[in-house]
């Protein structure tokens, strides 16, 4: 199968995927920043893409008859990084019909990494909305010309290139290539997220029904948000589209936004200096921080322990930037809620907290036991490695539309 990856955005999910492609036998290829003519003159299987509702309806549908013109109709999947009913930008039901139908027209599918996202999608209409887990895959694979030049984009790859190289994930430094954070990150305790500023303004029962969800969901950890809305007896607005925006939008601070900043103050408050903040907007709760920047996230490896609090914009553990700490090699240390099971395995008690004052305690026994972190580290990757491999992923994803 010719798999052609594209698109905008968190690009590093495409170099996971293209690599694991390439390792269960596909040919591969990266067109990134854009597509360009060399590298669809040819039949081509299936097109992943990020931020592809960004791109006007008239271009996408050209690309793909452009493609179909070799021979073969490619599957289309989209890799949803926000909500998919947020991607196709759409408030009445009508709306959301009329995108569904555009998306059959052309085979195109939407995967959404959070299987409560996704099933509040399904209840909303949006019936080429799947679930299935992001994944992890330990390389990255690129090719190298006879003259010693290494590409990592715009060259179809596969199995039989002999200029094939695989680099460890690690190895790829983009933007943070400058070691010059390593003395803030060294040892510490790490947090690169956001603090966002308050949503505008919000109907007042929009708030309290925000508010209730997120009041259950951290009764009940487990629990994601349409289960959560069922809870609190939300069935009924949330089968509307733009309520289900203005909810989501109000939740987003009720809830996740509000956990960061109780988790970061109980750090912050427990360590010190020793808990390093990254990310943007923290000064509206009182915490200082560092400015959000690329380059912490290549030193994952030397840091303590790699925090993570929960996603903005969904209710699960297994998202990109839990997965980006795990190719990096660092230990990351959750917050116990949706998806941490499947993400920790036989590690998560020792790896997860629940509350401000648990994850005190568990980070509080890491920090003077570099045996007991190497340990966990090592069990935690072999476990993700396995359970969350994209080579065990990607089939079941492919083979939705392909055919």
């Known amino acids: 199968m010719r ?23 596909h040919d591969s290829v990266l067109a990134l920043p854009d597509v360009s003519q060399e590298v669809i003159d040819r ?13 006007p309806r008239d271009t ?36 959301v019909e009329e995108a569904d139908r555009w998306m059959a027209r052309w085979n195109i599918r939407m995967w959404c990494m959070c ?35 290494v590409h990592l984009y715009k060259r179809w790859m596969s199995q039989a290139d002999p200029g094939l190289v695989r680099y460890p994930y690690r190895a790829m430094t983009g933007e943070g290539g400058d070691d010059g954070e390593r003395p803030g990150i060294a040892g510490r305790f790490l947090y690169l997220g956001q603090g966002l500023p308050p949503v505008g303004p919000a109907d007042p029962a929009v708030l309290r029904a925000a508010a209730a ?5 951290r009764a009940q950890p487990a629990l994601h948000r349409a289960e959560a809305m069922d809870l609190c ?29 109780r988790f970061a103050a109980a750090l912050r408050a427990a360590f010190g200096a020793s808990f390093a903040l990254w990310g943007d907007g923290w000064d509206r709760h009182g915490i200082a921080a560092h400015p959000v920047s690329a380059q912490p996230r290549t030193l994952y490896h030397e840091a303590a322990a790699c925090l993570d609090f929960g996603s903005l914009a969904y209710d699960t553990a297994v998202f990109p930037r839990t997965l980006e700490i795990l ?18 395995g036989p590690v998560e008690a020792e790896l997860t907290f629940g509350d401000g004052e648990e994850a005190v305690q568990r980070l509080a026994a890491l920090r ?14 072999d476990w993700a490695f396995d359970r969350l491999s994209l080579e065990r992923i990607l089939p079941g994803v492919l083979a939705g539309g392909v055919g």
């Open 213 to 217: 969800v997120a009041e259950a969901m």
């Open 60 to 95: 996408v549908e050209m690309l793909i008859a452009y493609v179909a013109s070799f021979g073969t109709r490619p599957a289309v999947v989209h890799i949803c990084l926000k909500h998919p009913l947020e991607e196709v930008a759409a408030t009445t039901r009508a709306a």
């Open 3 to 25: 798999v052609l990856l594209c698109g905008q955005g968190t690009s590093e999910i495409l170099w996971s995927i293209h690599a694991a492609l390439i390792a269960l036998g």
């Open 327 to 344: 190719k990096r090699d660092g230990l990351l240390v959750s917050w116990r809620h949706a998806g941490t099971g499947l993400l920790f």
């Open 233 to 261: 007896g939300l069935a009924g607005p949330s089968a509307d589209p733009a309520w289900t925006l203005a909810f989501n939008r109000a939740f987003t601070a009720a809830f996740a936004v509000e956990n960061r900043r």
């Open 43 to 55: 039949p081509i299987d299936a097109i992943l893409a990020l931020n592809l509702f960004e791109i």
């Open 115 to 149: 299987p409560g996202v996704a099933e509040q999608c399904g209840r909303l209409g949006l019936t080429r909305v799947f679930h299935a887990p992001l994944g992890v895959h330990p390389w990255i694979c690129a090719l190298r010309d006879g003259d010693g030049t």
């Open 368 to 381: 003077d036991d570099p045996d007991r972190r190497g340990r966990l580290l090592a069990a935690h990757r």
